[in-house]
């Protein structure tokens, strides 16, 4: 029986991962520990994961209060921070991908589990790629940090459900080859 945790969320079955480094955790430009991380593309359809999501940033505003007030005399307002909901249409303007959608980006120093639909773990590396289709386990917080104050998204575990279009310009090898006829360059013999 899964515990009520009103900060963390699983998200749609039609979230799209991008960004996606779960495989080696990548250092942050300018330095700092190396994370896990996905953006996660949530489409602008999908209302019950947006509304789970502004509930979970809610109750992690609502829990993060002392840390959120830090030195100062009051609880600074929600509006006023920073969260990981962002609107594609407005941050990424031109990106087909964010096109529709929101976005919320991820992050964990910890490996996240990724399993496939039916929950068996994911061993081969190759399936996993920017593009990809599935649910993400992700939970929110609040942080105070060198006067940088918000709502930060941790990554918990990445269920793929479905191949998609790869996304960076990357393609896979059996997309670029799978169509070629073998004589194609009119060379039976390249050896000969």
Do not use: W
């Amino acid at each position: 029986m899964r515990k009520n945790n009103p900060t963390k969320v699983v998200t749609g079955k039609k979230t799209v991962f991008s960004y996606l480094h779960v495989i080696e955790p990548k250092a942050p430009m300018g330095g700092g520990t190396p994370k896990y991380s996905v953006s996660l593309i949530i489409p602008k359809s999908d209302t019950v994961t947006v509304a789970k999501i502004k509930s979970a940033i809610q109750a992690a505003y609502e829990e993060g209060q002392s840390k959120l007030k830090g030195n100062s005399k009051t609880v600074p307002d929600l509006e006023d921070l920073k969260i990981p909901l962002r609107d594609g249409d407005k941050e990424r303007k031109g990106d087909e991908a964010y096109k529709n959608a929101y976005f919320v980006n991820a992050n964990s120093t910890t490996k996240p589990g990724i399993v496939d639909a039916d929950c068996e773990d994911i061993i081969d590396n190759s399936e996993i790629y920017s593009g990809i289709i599935g649910r993400a386990s992700i939970n929110f917080n609040a942080y105070n940090s060198n006067g940088n104050r918000g709502i930060a998204c941790g990554l918990n575990h990445l269920q793929k459900l479905a191949d998609g279009t790869p996304l960076g310009g990357r393609t896979r090898a059996q997309d670029d080859f799978a169509d070629l006829d073998d004589d194609e360059d009119g060379n039976d013999d390249f050896l000969s």
